[in-house]
């Protein structure tokens, strides 16, 4: 088992800037992939942006994140970060992070899920 703790959400306004952190702890040698996931009331979870925990530069983002937020990782400190920068109202959402697996170009998604954190933007 993984488990994924998320902070770093709040209320911010349009323009501005948030940092989310998720740490991992658990059975993190499963894993080889992180990502942030993001839910808006009434619309489905989509990736925001990805990561490869063992392949330095593997990253993938939503085009409607990219050139805005930015997916680090500390494999030392098991901690994933999401730089958000130039907010707008339509980024507010519950923000989940989410352990899984890379491979093959592709990344996979299964049970490893945090308990999500609210990121406001008002306008």
């Known amino acids: 088992q993984v488990q994924l703790v998320e902070s770093g959400g709040g209320l911010v306004q349009a323009g501005g800037s948030l940092r989310l952190s998720c740490v991992a702890s658990g059975s993190i040698f499963s894993i080889n992939a992180m990502g942030w996931h993001r839910q808006a009331p009434g619309k489905q979870r989509e990736l925001v942006a990805a990561i490869s925990t063992i392949v330095h530069g593997i990253t993938n983002y939503a085009d409607s994140v990219k050139g805005r937020f930015t997916i680090s990782g500390d494999n030392a400190k098991k901690t994933v970060y999401l730089q958000m920068n130039s907010l707008k109202p339509e980024d507010t959402a519950v923000y989940y992070c989410?352990?899984?697996?890379?491979?093959?170009?592709?990344?996979?998604?299964?049970?490893?899920w945090g308990q999500g954190t609210q990121v406001t933007v008002s306008s």
């Open positions: 989410s352990a899984g697996k890379y491979h093959g170009g592709s990344y996979y998604w299964g049970d490893y």
